[in-house]
């Protein structure tokens, strides 16, 4: 989970980084899953738009559908990992993930 903590943007335990790699939204990128990936990369593009998650599916590259259990996991992975907002049926980049960019 990303957390800021006295004006810094820390990383919370997991698998993300190893300790040896710069905490970036490059080290992040390279560990997740393919799905995770792409919603991720499509909200890199657009970091300051939400969008429905019908919306983010069909800009993701492999056009995933919105009603399968992989997208809607890979969205609760980004969201419990502090990388996406959602909110009103919308989906974005975090603040602190703006942070990384």
Do not use: W
């Not at 969008?51 to 809607?72: I, M, Q, W």
């Amino acid at each position: 989970m990303i957390s800021r903590q006295n004006g810094a943007v820390q990383y919370l335990g997991g698998a993300i980084t190893d300790g040896r790699q710069e905490f970036s939204i490059d080290n992040i990128k390279r560990k997740l899953a393919k799905c995770e990936h792409e919603i991720l990369e499509v909200l890199l593009l657009n970091p300051d738009d939400t969008f429905s998650k019908e919306d983010v599916a069909d800009l993701t590259p492999s056009h995933y559908r919105p009603t399968s259990g992989g997208f809607n996991n890979s969205l609760s992975k980004l969201s419990t990992l502090g990388l996406i907002t959602r909110r009103g049926g919308r989906v974005g980049l975090s603040n602190d993930a703006k942070e990384l960019i």
